[in-house]
Every structure is written in C-alpha cells, then in structure tokens.
C-alpha cells in the first residue's frame, strides 16, 4: 500500500515568509510524529499526534511553529516569520499506535526547506 | 551529553568483513530500542527491533545491555549495499523516541 508522502518535496523561502508542510499518513495510522533533521544530525523531534490531539509539542523551538492534524488524518506543519536556522529536513513519521514506543515508525521521504 | 550517542564513523570497511558499532543511552527507563538505516538524502527506514535477549535477522545481530546501558549493530559479511548511515533509536514513551546522530558507514570493493 502507499507508505507516508509530503509535500512539497523541496521549498525555498525568504527569511521572514510564512511555509506550510504537509504530511499524508499510511492509512489506518493513529500516531504521527514530525521530526526535523539537520546534515550530520539524527531526526530532532518536534510533536506528535495521537489521533487529532497534538499529545506532545514539548519539541517545537518556539511559537513560530505550529502543527494542526483537524481529522486525524492529514497534517500540516507551519512555521511563522522563517528565520535561516530554519531550514532543514522535515521528516513525517506514522505509527499504527498507540502502544507507545514499540511500534515501527514509517517515514515519509521529507521536505527540504531552505530559508535565504 | 545528549540521551543517546554513537560514535559518527565514518566506518570504512572492505567487503565481507564483519564490523560492529554501538551506541549508548542515558536514561535508565528506556524502554525500546532500534536499529534504523538512512541512506543518503532518503528518510529513515527500520532496520531491526532490539530486544533484551538479542537477536538476528540474517547477517544482522542486534544486543541490548541493560546494565551498562548500551546496544550493537553487528554485521557480517558484508556487502557494498550495507554503506549508509545507521541510526540507533530509543524509546521512553509514545512521544519520547530519541534518535541518535547516526554510524556512516562504508563498504569499499
């Protein structure tokens, strides 16, 4: 079946833009999770989602992001006034849930955001 | 220190030797840990599960020390497809996974 996709693949910004990711999760999958990953670095979690709930945003660096998941389903990420120390991969994980830290994570391919 | 490390390599290797790496953990009430492999400029993909009392999965061989806190990634015989970089994973909970920086690794012919 189709695994986990995003779009867009690559964005390209100006400091200060607002950027919307968007993340589709294998269906059937109730956890999602949003990571970021810098060259060099593992993935940095950002929040995740049990259903439609945001059970954990302890990740996100500040106010400037922002996640939503309104059906439990699809789910944006958005990140307000992009700053250069932005720019990264954005990885989307789904998990079957909720069993918590056992299940196997399934990634989707990211977006490489870039911030000039 | 971060939570979990590993030794960023890079490993390089001739093909069909054995190589092995480890990473570490430090919170105590980690509760699962994995293996995932990340090729260049691709997402993460699980490679194998940890459990306590090992295990293996064809040429691959996962170990979980508990009391010292530790896990390893052996590799036999291996093959120029094994380059990538590996990722260990531990988990505390549903939101507290923790990856590691990644062990690059390289199979020369």
């Known amino acids: 079946g189709a695994g986990v996709s995003q779009t867009p693949s690559n964005k390209v910004t100006e400091k200060g833009k607002y950027v919307e990711l968007r993340c589709d999760p294998i269906s059937g999958h109730t956890a999602l999770y949003w990571y970021r990953q810098s060259l060099g670095q593992g993935p940095e979690f950002l929040i995740y989602f049990q259903g439609t709930g945001a059970a954990d945003d302890s990740g996100l660096p500040n106010d400037r992001f922002f996640a939503v998941r309104p059906e439990g389903s699809v789910s944006t990420l958005k990140i307000q006034r992009t700053e250069r120390g932005d720019s990264a991969v954005y990885l989307c994980a789904s998990s079957l849930g909720p069993t918590g830290s056992q299940e196997t994570q399934y990634f989707g391919p990211g977006t490489r955001l870039l911030v000039l | 220190r971060k939570e979990v490390e590993q030794d960023p390599g890079p490993f390089n290797v001739p093909e069909g030797a054995t190589v092995a790496f480890n990473c570490t953990y430090s919170?105590?009430?980690?509760?699962?840990f994995f293996w995932y492999r990340q090729d260049c400029r691709k997402e993460p993909k699980l490679l194998m599960s940890v459990y306590s009392s090992g295990n293996e999965d064809g040429r691959f061989t996962a170990q979980l020390n508990r009391a010292s806190q530790y896990i390893s990634l052996l590799i036999r015989d291996s093959k120029l497809s094994d380059s990538a970089t590996y990722l260990c994973v531990v988990g505390r909970s549903a939101s507290k996974i923790i990856f590691g920086s990644g062990t690059r690794l390289s199979i020369r012919p």
């Open positions: 919170n105590s009430a980690s509760q699962s």
